[in-house]
Protein backbone atom coordinates (compact mmCIF):
# COMPACT_ATOMS: atom_id res chain seq x y z
CA UNK A 1 0.00 0.00 0.00
CA UNK A 2 1.43 2.97 -1.34
CA UNK A 3 0.37 6.52 -0.24
CA UNK A 4 0.85 9.09 -2.92
CA UNK A 5 1.51 12.52 -2.41
CA UNK A 6 -2.03 14.68 -3.17
CA UNK A 7 -1.45 16.74 -6.56
CA UNK A 8 -0.41 20.26 -6.21
CA UNK A 9 -0.48 22.66 -9.08
CA UNK A 10 0.49 25.98 -7.16
CA UNK A 11 4.27 26.74 -5.50
CA UNK A 12 4.25 27.07 -1.48
CA UNK A 13 5.94 27.04 0.70
CA UNK A 14 9.77 27.13 -1.14
CA UNK A 15 8.59 24.25 -3.23
CA UNK A 16 9.92 23.91 -6.70
CA UNK A 17 8.35 25.76 -9.25
CA UNK A 18 7.71 22.32 -11.38
CA UNK A 19 5.87 20.86 -8.09
CA UNK A 20 3.09 19.71 -10.27
CA UNK A 21 5.48 17.93 -12.80
CA UNK A 22 7.18 16.18 -10.11
CA UNK A 23 4.51 14.94 -8.43
CA UNK A 24 2.52 13.90 -11.04
CA UNK A 25 5.91 11.67 -12.37
CA UNK A 26 5.52 9.98 -9.03
CA UNK A 27 2.42 9.36 -9.53
CA UNK A 28 2.19 8.11 -12.85
CA UNK A 29 4.92 5.55 -11.51
CA UNK A 30 3.50 4.12 -9.05
CA UNK A 31 -0.01 3.08 -11.21
CA UNK A 32 1.50 2.61 -14.26
CA UNK A 33 2.33 -1.39 -13.83
CA UNK A 34 -0.65 -3.63 -14.51
CA UNK A 35 -0.17 -5.59 -11.17
CA UNK A 36 -1.16 -1.95 -9.45
CA UNK A 37 -4.47 -1.29 -8.12
CA UNK A 38 -5.27 2.36 -8.21
CA UNK A 39 -7.33 3.64 -5.14
CA UNK A 40 -8.82 6.97 -6.35
CA UNK A 41 -9.99 9.04 -3.52
CA UNK A 42 -12.58 11.27 -4.46
CA UNK A 43 -14.69 14.14 -2.12
CA UNK A 44 -18.36 13.49 -2.26
CA UNK A 45 -18.73 16.99 -2.27
CA UNK A 46 -16.74 17.65 -6.19
CA UNK A 47 -17.58 16.70 -9.34
CA UNK A 48 -16.23 14.10 -10.47
CA UNK A 49 -15.17 14.31 -14.11
CA UNK A 50 -13.70 17.29 -13.01
CA UNK A 51 -10.96 15.38 -10.78
CA UNK A 52 -7.32 15.74 -11.53
CA UNK A 53 -6.70 12.30 -10.07
CA UNK A 54 -9.50 10.46 -12.48
CA UNK A 55 -8.00 11.93 -15.41
CA UNK A 56 -4.75 10.51 -14.54
CA UNK A 57 -5.73 7.35 -13.46
CA UNK A 58 -7.71 6.86 -17.22
CA UNK A 59 -4.36 7.27 -18.66
CA UNK A 60 -2.71 4.30 -17.43
CA UNK A 61 -6.35 2.46 -17.16
CA UNK A 62 -9.08 3.53 -19.75
CA UNK A 63 -11.29 0.56 -18.77
CA UNK A 64 -11.01 1.18 -15.21
CA UNK A 65 -10.26 -2.38 -14.67
CA UNK A 66 -7.73 -1.82 -12.04
CA UNK A 67 -9.63 1.38 -10.54
CA UNK A 68 -11.85 1.46 -6.97
CA UNK A 69 -12.96 4.67 -6.15
CA UNK A 70 -13.24 5.99 -2.28
CA UNK A 71 -15.92 8.51 -1.84
CA UNK A 72 -14.77 10.35 1.78
CA UNK A 73 -16.77 13.30 3.56
CA UNK A 74 -20.34 10.95 2.63
CA UNK A 75 -21.91 12.84 5.55
CA UNK A 76 -21.11 15.88 4.18
CA UNK A 77 -22.52 15.79 0.84
CA UNK A 78 -25.06 13.69 0.82
CA UNK A 79 -27.75 14.49 -1.81
CA UNK A 80 -27.21 12.98 -5.16
CA UNK A 81 -24.32 10.72 -3.89
CA UNK A 82 -26.34 7.48 -4.80
CA UNK A 83 -27.07 8.93 -7.89
CA UNK A 84 -23.43 9.87 -8.47
CA UNK A 85 -21.94 6.47 -7.55
CA UNK A 86 -24.33 4.25 -9.40
CA UNK A 87 -23.98 6.27 -12.49
CA UNK A 88 -20.21 5.85 -12.99
CA UNK A 89 -20.17 8.70 -15.54
CA UNK A 90 -16.25 8.32 -14.67
CA UNK A 91 -15.76 4.46 -15.54
CA UNK A 92 -14.33 3.23 -11.94
CA UNK A 93 -14.35 -0.43 -13.28
CA UNK A 94 -13.83 -2.13 -9.68
CA UNK A 95 -16.63 0.09 -8.11
CA UNK A 96 -17.28 2.92 -5.36
CA UNK A 97 -16.69 2.64 -1.56
CA UNK A 98 -18.27 5.40 0.55
CA UNK A 99 -16.96 6.39 3.90
CA UNK A 100 -17.14 8.47 6.43
CA UNK A 101 -13.80 10.53 7.95
CA UNK A 102 -12.47 10.75 11.09
CA UNK A 103 -13.42 13.67 12.89
CA UNK A 104 -11.33 14.64 15.89
CA UNK A 105 -10.29 12.71 18.44
CA UNK A 106 -12.20 10.05 17.59
CA UNK A 107 -10.58 6.27 17.90
CA UNK A 108 -10.92 3.69 15.23
CA UNK A 109 -13.98 2.07 16.93
CA UNK A 110 -15.53 4.86 17.40
CA UNK A 111 -15.44 6.25 14.04
CA UNK A 112 -16.61 2.65 12.51
CA UNK A 113 -19.28 2.68 15.04
CA UNK A 114 -20.52 6.31 13.74
CA UNK A 115 -20.03 5.44 10.17
CA UNK A 116 -22.25 2.12 10.67
CA UNK A 117 -24.83 4.61 11.77
CA UNK A 118 -24.60 6.73 9.25
CA UNK A 119 -25.05 4.75 6.86
CA UNK A 120 -27.85 2.77 8.27
CA UNK A 121 -30.29 5.51 9.72
CA UNK A 122 -29.53 8.71 7.39
CA UNK A 123 -32.33 9.20 5.11
CA UNK A 124 -30.39 9.28 2.02
CA UNK A 125 -27.21 7.29 2.71
CA UNK A 126 -29.24 4.29 4.14
CA UNK A 127 -30.38 3.92 0.33
CA UNK A 128 -26.84 3.05 -0.44
CA UNK A 129 -26.09 -0.87 -0.97
CA UNK A 130 -24.79 -2.07 2.56
CA UNK A 131 -22.08 -4.09 -0.13
CA UNK A 132 -19.98 -0.51 -0.76
CA UNK A 133 -20.15 1.23 2.37
CA UNK A 134 -18.03 1.31 4.60
CA UNK A 135 -14.06 1.11 5.90
CA UNK A 136 -14.46 -2.67 6.61
CA UNK A 137 -15.84 -3.14 3.25
CA UNK A 138 -13.65 -1.10 2.03
CA UNK A 139 -10.73 -3.00 3.34
CA UNK A 140 -12.28 -6.47 2.45
CA UNK A 141 -12.57 -5.38 -0.81
CA UNK A 142 -9.15 -4.08 -1.12
CA UNK A 143 -7.84 -7.87 -0.34
CA UNK A 144 -10.11 -9.66 -2.67
CA UNK A 145 -8.79 -7.27 -5.51
CA UNK A 146 -5.37 -7.30 -4.71
CA UNK A 147 -5.63 -11.74 -4.20
CA UNK A 148 -7.22 -11.85 -7.60
CA UNK A 149 -4.99 -9.70 -9.30
CA UNK A 150 -2.02 -11.35 -7.81
CA UNK A 151 -3.49 -14.57 -8.39
CA UNK A 152 -3.38 -13.87 -12.33
CA UNK A 153 0.01 -12.09 -12.05
CA UNK A 154 1.56 -15.40 -10.48
CA UNK A 155 1.69 -17.59 -13.12
CA UNK A 156 3.79 -14.76 -15.67
CA UNK A 157 5.91 -14.31 -12.11
CA UNK A 158 6.80 -18.02 -12.17
CA UNK A 159 7.40 -18.17 -15.66
CA UNK A 160 10.27 -15.33 -15.19
CA UNK A 161 11.61 -16.75 -12.31
CA UNK A 162 11.86 -19.96 -13.92
CA UNK A 163 13.38 -18.69 -17.55
CA UNK A 164 15.98 -16.27 -15.02
CA UNK A 165 16.84 -19.12 -12.90
CA UNK A 166 17.53 -21.47 -16.36
CA UNK A 167 19.68 -18.58 -17.85
CA UNK A 168 21.40 -18.40 -14.42
CA UNK A 169 22.44 -21.87 -13.96
CA UNK A 170 23.14 -22.80 -17.37
CA UNK A 171 25.45 -19.77 -17.53
CA UNK A 172 26.74 -21.12 -14.17
CA UNK A 173 27.36 -24.49 -15.83
CA UNK A 174 29.19 -22.90 -19.09
CA UNK A 175 31.87 -21.40 -16.51
CA UNK A 176 34.96 -23.47 -16.30
CA UNK A 177 35.30 -26.18 -13.46
CA UNK A 178 36.85 -24.55 -10.33
CA UNK A 179 39.92 -27.06 -10.65
CA UNK A 180 41.54 -27.82 -6.90
CA UNK A 181 44.07 -29.91 -7.52
CA UNK A 182 47.23 -30.53 -10.35
CA UNK A 183 45.08 -33.66 -12.03
CA UNK A 184 41.85 -31.70 -12.35
CA UNK A 185 44.30 -29.21 -14.27
CA UNK A 186 45.95 -31.88 -16.56
CA UNK A 187 42.73 -33.02 -17.41
CA UNK A 188 41.36 -30.33 -18.02
CA UNK A 189 44.26 -29.15 -20.16
CA UNK A 190 44.33 -32.72 -22.25
CA UNK A 191 40.52 -31.62 -23.07
CA UNK A 192 41.42 -28.24 -24.57
CA UNK A 193 44.32 -29.66 -26.47
CA UNK A 194 42.01 -32.64 -27.92
CA UNK A 195 39.50 -30.92 -28.82
CA UNK A 196 40.96 -27.94 -30.49
CA UNK A 197 43.14 -30.41 -32.91
CA UNK A 198 40.28 -32.24 -33.79
CA UNK A 199 38.86 -28.78 -34.70
CA UNK A 200 42.27 -27.82 -36.40
CA UNK A 201 41.99 -31.41 -38.13
CA UNK A 202 38.83 -30.47 -39.86
CA UNK A 203 39.56 -26.89 -41.18
CA UNK A 204 42.87 -27.30 -42.16
CA UNK A 205 43.07 -30.76 -43.52
CA UNK A 206 39.92 -32.12 -44.04
CA UNK A 207 37.94 -29.00 -45.15
CA UNK A 208 35.09 -29.34 -42.57
CA UNK A 209 33.68 -26.31 -41.89
CA UNK A 210 30.36 -27.17 -39.69
CA UNK A 211 32.11 -25.64 -37.03
CA UNK A 212 32.15 -22.26 -39.05
CA UNK A 213 29.39 -22.05 -41.20
CA UNK A 214 29.28 -18.51 -41.94
CA UNK A 215 32.75 -17.58 -41.33
CA UNK A 216 34.34 -18.03 -44.71
CA UNK A 217 38.24 -17.29 -43.39
CA UNK A 218 37.90 -20.37 -41.70
CA UNK A 219 37.40 -22.64 -44.85
CA UNK A 220 40.96 -22.89 -44.43
CA UNK A 221 41.39 -25.96 -47.83
CA UNK A 222 39.71 -23.87 -49.30
CA UNK A 223 41.91 -19.98 -49.05
CA UNK A 224 44.54 -22.08 -49.09
CA UNK A 225 44.07 -23.42 -52.65
CA UNK A 226 42.87 -19.73 -53.75
CA UNK A 227 46.29 -18.58 -52.22
CA UNK A 228 48.15 -21.40 -53.88
CA UNK A 229 46.05 -20.81 -57.51
CA UNK A 230 47.08 -17.22 -57.26
CA UNK A 231 50.66 -17.83 -56.37
CA UNK A 232 50.92 -20.28 -60.02
CA UNK A 233 49.22 -17.54 -61.59
CA UNK A 234 51.70 -15.21 -60.59
CA UNK A 235 54.15 -17.73 -61.79
CA UNK A 236 52.86 -18.18 -64.80
CA UNK A 237 53.18 -14.75 -65.97
CA UNK A 238 57.00 -15.41 -66.52
CA UNK A 239 56.31 -17.61 -69.42
CA UNK A 240 54.85 -14.04 -71.13
CA UNK A 241 57.82 -12.93 -73.12
CA UNK A 242 57.59 -10.26 -75.61
CA UNK A 243 58.31 -12.30 -78.72
CA UNK A 244 58.12 -9.66 -81.28
CA UNK A 245 60.68 -7.73 -79.95
CA UNK A 246 64.21 -8.32 -79.66
CA UNK A 247 63.74 -11.43 -80.54
CA UNK A 248 66.77 -13.41 -78.99
CA UNK A 249 68.58 -10.38 -78.10
CA UNK A 250 68.95 -11.62 -74.84
CA UNK A 251 70.12 -15.30 -75.80
CA UNK A 252 72.97 -12.85 -78.06
CA UNK A 253 74.18 -11.11 -75.14
CA UNK A 254 74.89 -13.68 -72.88
CA UNK A 255 76.25 -15.92 -75.36
CA UNK A 256 78.70 -13.28 -75.82
CA UNK A 257 79.43 -12.38 -72.67
CA UNK A 258 80.00 -16.21 -72.22
CA UNK A 259 82.37 -16.97 -74.91
CA UNK A 260 85.84 -18.91 -75.09
CA UNK A 261 88.60 -19.74 -76.77
CA UNK A 262 87.33 -23.20 -78.62
CA UNK A 263 85.74 -24.60 -81.28
CA UNK A 264 82.73 -22.63 -82.66
CA UNK A 265 79.27 -24.45 -82.44
CA UNK A 266 79.22 -25.69 -79.50
CA UNK A 267 76.00 -25.05 -77.21
CA UNK A 268 77.68 -23.01 -73.82
CA UNK A 269 75.98 -24.71 -70.52
CA UNK A 270 77.23 -21.87 -68.67
CA UNK A 271 75.25 -19.51 -71.12
CA UNK A 272 72.37 -21.70 -70.12
CA UNK A 273 72.69 -21.46 -66.54
CA UNK A 274 72.55 -17.37 -66.59
CA UNK A 275 70.15 -17.16 -68.60
CA UNK A 276 67.67 -20.00 -66.17
CA UNK A 277 69.10 -18.05 -63.04
CA UNK A 278 67.94 -14.59 -64.45
CA UNK A 279 64.10 -16.05 -64.98
CA UNK A 280 64.33 -17.49 -61.54
CA UNK A 281 65.65 -14.63 -59.59
CA UNK A 282 62.54 -12.66 -61.26
CA UNK A 283 60.23 -15.40 -59.89
CA UNK A 284 61.69 -15.86 -56.67
CA UNK A 285 59.99 -13.55 -54.70
CA UNK A 286 56.48 -14.91 -55.29
CA UNK A 287 57.20 -18.52 -53.46
CA UNK A 288 58.23 -16.71 -50.61
CA UNK A 289 55.87 -14.38 -50.59
CA UNK A 290 53.11 -17.06 -50.65
CA UNK A 291 54.86 -18.73 -47.83
CA UNK A 292 54.58 -15.80 -45.68
CA UNK A 293 50.57 -15.79 -46.91
CA UNK A 294 49.68 -19.21 -45.70
CA UNK A 295 51.02 -19.07 -42.54
CA UNK A 296 49.60 -15.67 -41.63
CA UNK A 297 46.81 -17.35 -42.02
CA UNK A 298 47.16 -20.56 -40.24
CA UNK A 299 48.02 -18.37 -37.41
CA UNK A 300 44.80 -16.27 -37.45
CA UNK A 301 43.02 -19.39 -37.63
CA UNK A 302 44.93 -21.50 -35.26
CA UNK A 303 44.59 -18.84 -32.43
CA UNK A 304 41.13 -18.42 -33.20
CA UNK A 305 40.20 -21.85 -32.55
CA UNK A 306 42.40 -22.31 -29.47
CA UNK A 307 40.38 -19.08 -27.91
CA UNK A 308 37.13 -20.94 -28.48
CA UNK A 309 37.97 -23.85 -26.72
CA UNK A 310 39.57 -22.68 -24.08
CA UNK A 311 38.12 -19.67 -23.35
CA UNK A 312 36.28 -21.20 -20.28
CA UNK A 313 39.71 -21.30 -18.91
CA UNK A 314 40.81 -17.57 -19.07
CA UNK A 315 43.88 -18.54 -17.31
CA UNK A 316 44.96 -20.44 -19.84
CA UNK A 317 44.89 -18.43 -23.14
CA UNK A 318 47.42 -16.28 -23.21
CA UNK A 319 49.79 -19.35 -22.38
CA UNK A 320 48.29 -21.17 -25.08
CA UNK A 321 47.93 -17.92 -27.89
CA UNK A 322 51.97 -17.31 -26.88
CA UNK A 323 52.53 -21.10 -27.49
CA UNK A 324 50.61 -21.11 -31.08
CA UNK A 325 52.06 -17.85 -32.31
CA UNK A 326 55.66 -19.55 -31.22
CA UNK A 327 55.55 -22.63 -33.28
CA UNK A 328 54.32 -20.96 -35.85
CA UNK A 329 56.37 -18.53 -36.32
CA UNK A 330 59.34 -21.38 -36.03
CA UNK A 331 56.85 -22.99 -38.95
CA UNK A 332 57.56 -20.45 -41.24
CA UNK A 333 60.85 -19.54 -40.95
CA UNK A 334 61.63 -23.21 -41.78
CA UNK A 335 59.31 -22.88 -44.90
CA UNK A 336 60.89 -20.07 -46.02
CA UNK A 337 64.13 -21.81 -45.84
CA UNK A 338 63.03 -24.60 -47.44
CA UNK A 339 61.73 -22.89 -50.28
CA UNK A 340 64.38 -20.74 -50.56
CA UNK A 341 66.61 -23.60 -50.72
CA UNK A 342 64.11 -24.85 -53.32
CA UNK A 343 64.58 -21.98 -55.88
CA UNK A 344 68.25 -22.06 -55.03
CA UNK A 345 68.24 -25.26 -56.49
CA UNK A 346 66.63 -24.01 -59.20
CA UNK A 347 69.60 -21.73 -60.11
CA UNK A 348 72.41 -23.64 -59.81
CA UNK A 349 70.62 -26.97 -61.14
CA UNK A 350 69.59 -27.78 -64.67
CA UNK A 351 67.84 -30.95 -64.27
CA UNK A 352 64.54 -33.12 -65.73
CA UNK A 353 63.10 -37.05 -66.30
CA UNK A 354 59.88 -35.22 -67.43
CA UNK A 355 59.42 -36.54 -70.65
CA UNK A 356 57.86 -33.60 -71.83
CA UNK A 357 60.77 -31.63 -71.96
CA UNK A 358 62.00 -33.28 -75.05
CA UNK A 359 58.50 -33.43 -76.42
CA UNK A 360 58.03 -29.88 -76.22
CA UNK A 361 62.00 -28.86 -77.46
CA UNK A 362 61.57 -31.21 -80.67
CA UNK A 363 58.27 -29.12 -81.42
CA UNK A 364 59.63 -25.76 -80.58
CA UNK A 365 62.45 -26.72 -82.77
CA UNK A 366 60.43 -28.04 -85.95
CA UNK A 367 60.49 -24.58 -87.25
CA UNK A 368 64.27 -23.65 -87.39
CA UNK A 369 64.53 -24.60 -90.47
CA UNK A 370 62.30 -21.69 -91.53
CA UNK A 371 64.13 -19.64 -88.79
CA UNK A 372 67.03 -20.33 -91.15
CA UNK A 373 65.76 -19.81 -94.30
CA UNK A 374 64.41 -16.37 -93.72
CA UNK A 375 68.06 -15.35 -92.32
CA UNK A 376 69.98 -16.69 -95.70
CA UNK A 377 66.90 -15.31 -98.25
CA UNK A 378 67.23 -11.35 -97.99
CA UNK A 379 63.96 -11.61 -100.31
CA UNK A 380 61.84 -13.02 -98.02
CA UNK A 381 59.72 -11.27 -94.98
CA UNK A 382 61.01 -11.50 -91.62
CA UNK A 383 58.06 -11.46 -89.97
CA UNK A 384 58.01 -15.27 -89.38
CA UNK A 385 55.04 -17.61 -87.16
CA UNK A 386 57.48 -19.59 -85.24
CA UNK A 387 55.68 -22.75 -82.80
CA UNK A 388 54.98 -21.64 -79.35
CA UNK A 389 55.92 -17.90 -79.79
CA UNK A 390 53.51 -16.92 -82.68
CA UNK A 391 54.32 -14.19 -85.42
CA UNK A 392 57.61 -12.47 -84.56
CA UNK A 393 60.04 -10.15 -86.26
CA UNK A 394 63.69 -11.54 -86.59
CA UNK A 395 65.34 -9.30 -88.97
CA UNK A 396 67.05 -7.46 -86.57
CA UNK A 397 69.09 -10.79 -86.18
CA UNK A 398 70.42 -10.80 -89.55
CA UNK A 399 73.91 -9.02 -88.24
CA UNK A 400 74.67 -11.87 -85.77
CA UNK A 401 75.56 -14.62 -88.45
CA UNK A 402 77.95 -16.32 -86.44
CA UNK A 403 75.92 -16.54 -83.08
CA UNK A 404 71.72 -16.80 -84.27
CA UNK A 405 71.79 -20.09 -84.57
CA UNK A 406 72.95 -20.74 -80.85
CA UNK A 407 70.74 -18.53 -79.67
CA UNK A 408 67.76 -19.76 -81.46
CA UNK A 409 68.73 -23.09 -79.78
CA UNK A 410 69.36 -22.08 -76.24
CA UNK A 411 66.26 -20.02 -76.16
CA UNK A 412 63.99 -23.05 -77.31
CA UNK A 413 65.56 -25.63 -74.27
CA UNK A 414 65.07 -22.80 -72.17
CA UNK A 415 61.50 -22.23 -73.17
CA UNK A 416 60.62 -26.44 -72.91
CA UNK A 417 62.60 -26.44 -69.53
CA UNK A 418 60.93 -23.37 -67.70
CA UNK A 419 57.57 -25.13 -68.27
CA UNK A 420 58.43 -27.99 -66.35
CA UNK A 421 60.69 -25.92 -63.90
CA UNK A 422 58.03 -23.74 -62.69
CA UNK A 423 55.49 -26.51 -62.11
CA UNK A 424 57.81 -28.54 -60.33
CA UNK A 425 58.70 -25.49 -58.55
CA UNK A 426 54.69 -25.15 -57.71
CA UNK A 427 54.52 -28.38 -56.83
CA UNK A 428 57.28 -28.57 -54.48
CA UNK A 429 56.08 -25.66 -51.93
CA UNK A 430 52.76 -27.34 -52.34
CA UNK A 431 53.64 -30.70 -50.67
CA UNK A 432 55.62 -28.57 -48.06
CA UNK A 433 52.78 -26.49 -47.22
CA UNK A 434 50.68 -29.88 -47.05
CA UNK A 435 53.12 -31.80 -44.95
CA UNK A 436 54.11 -28.42 -42.45
CA UNK A 437 50.26 -28.14 -41.74
CA UNK A 438 49.43 -31.75 -41.09
CA UNK A 439 52.94 -32.08 -38.82
CA UNK A 440 51.39 -29.30 -37.35
CA UNK A 441 47.90 -30.48 -36.69
CA UNK A 442 49.15 -33.85 -35.37
CA UNK A 443 52.41 -33.52 -33.38
CA UNK A 444 54.00 -30.44 -32.88
CA UNK A 445 50.95 -28.32 -31.67
CA UNK A 446 50.33 -30.35 -28.48
CA UNK A 447 54.28 -30.22 -27.67
CA UNK A 448 55.03 -26.85 -28.09
CA UNK A 449 51.74 -25.90 -25.29
CA UNK A 450 52.41 -28.77 -23.45
CA UNK A 451 55.92 -27.52 -22.80
CA UNK A 452 54.59 -23.84 -22.71
CA UNK A 453 52.72 -24.27 -19.84
CA UNK A 454 55.34 -26.68 -18.38
CA UNK A 455 58.09 -24.07 -18.57
CA UNK A 456 58.17 -21.86 -15.10
CA UNK A 457 57.91 -18.98 -16.79
CA UNK A 458 55.07 -19.81 -18.44
CA UNK A 459 53.42 -20.28 -15.24
CA UNK A 460 53.27 -24.26 -14.78
CA UNK A 461 49.92 -26.05 -14.86
CA UNK A 462 49.22 -24.25 -11.36
CA UNK A 463 47.88 -21.06 -13.35
CA UNK A 464 45.17 -23.38 -14.30
CA UNK A 465 44.56 -23.75 -10.19
CA UNK A 466 44.31 -19.90 -10.25
CA UNK A 467 40.71 -18.46 -10.85
CA UNK A 468 41.09 -14.58 -12.23
CA UNK A 469 38.87 -12.43 -10.21
CA UNK A 470 36.41 -11.58 -12.64
CA UNK A 471 35.17 -14.87 -13.11
CA UNK A 472 35.20 -15.50 -9.23
CA UNK A 473 32.90 -12.51 -8.91
CA UNK A 474 30.74 -13.80 -11.71
CA UNK A 475 30.76 -17.10 -10.09
CA UNK A 476 29.10 -15.81 -6.76
CA UNK A 477 27.21 -13.14 -8.56
CA UNK A 478 25.71 -16.52 -10.42
CA UNK A 479 25.49 -18.68 -6.94
CA UNK A 480 23.31 -15.55 -4.97
CA UNK A 481 21.23 -15.01 -7.73
CA UNK A 482 20.27 -18.35 -7.96
CA UNK A 483 19.93 -19.22 -4.63
CA UNK A 484 17.54 -16.15 -4.12
CA UNK A 485 15.27 -17.29 -7.77
CA UNK A 486 14.85 -20.33 -5.63
CA UNK A 487 13.92 -18.79 -2.70
CA UNK A 488 11.36 -16.27 -4.50
CA UNK A 489 9.84 -19.79 -6.51
CA UNK A 490 9.10 -21.39 -3.00
CA UNK A 491 7.71 -17.78 -1.76
CA UNK A 492 5.71 -17.47 -4.47
CA UNK A 493 4.71 -21.37 -4.45
CA UNK A 494 3.34 -20.73 -0.76
CA UNK A 495 1.23 -17.54 -1.62
CA UNK A 496 -0.42 -19.89 -4.59
CA UNK A 497 -1.19 -22.16 -2.59
CA UNK A 498 -2.55 -19.68 0.04
CA UNK A 499 -4.90 -17.75 -2.46
CA UNK A 500 -5.94 -21.52 -3.98
CA UNK A 501 -7.05 -22.57 -0.58
CA UNK A 502 -8.81 -18.85 0.37
CA UNK A 503 -10.68 -19.45 -2.90
CA UNK A 504 -11.72 -22.63 -2.10
Not at 398 to 427: C, E, G, H, N
Amino acid sequence: MVDLPGITRVPVHGQPDDIYEQISAIIMEYIRPEESIILNVLAATVDFPTCESIRMSRRVDKTGLRTLAVVTKADKAPEGLLDKVMADDVNIGLGYVCVRNRIGDESYDEARKKEAKLFETHPLLSKIDKYIVGIPVLAQKLVQIQASIIAKCLPEIVRKINDKLSANISELNSMPQNLTSVPEAVSALMQIIGSSVESLRKVLLRGEFEEYPDDKHMHCTARLAEMLNQCAQELQKSLEDNYKDNFLMEEIRVLEETRGIGLPNFLPRAAFLIILQEKVNEISGAPVEFISKVWEHIETVVVAVLMRHSERYPQLESSTRRAAQHLIAKKKDMSVDRVEEIIEMEKIIDYTCDPEYLTVWGKLMASKNLFLDVMNNYSRSTLITIDGFGEVEVGHLKPFPSIRDQAFDIKMRITAYWKIALKRLVDCVALHILFSVKNLVNKDMETEIVNELMDPHGGGLERLLEESPSVAIRRERLNKSIKLLKDSKEVVARVMDRIAINTD
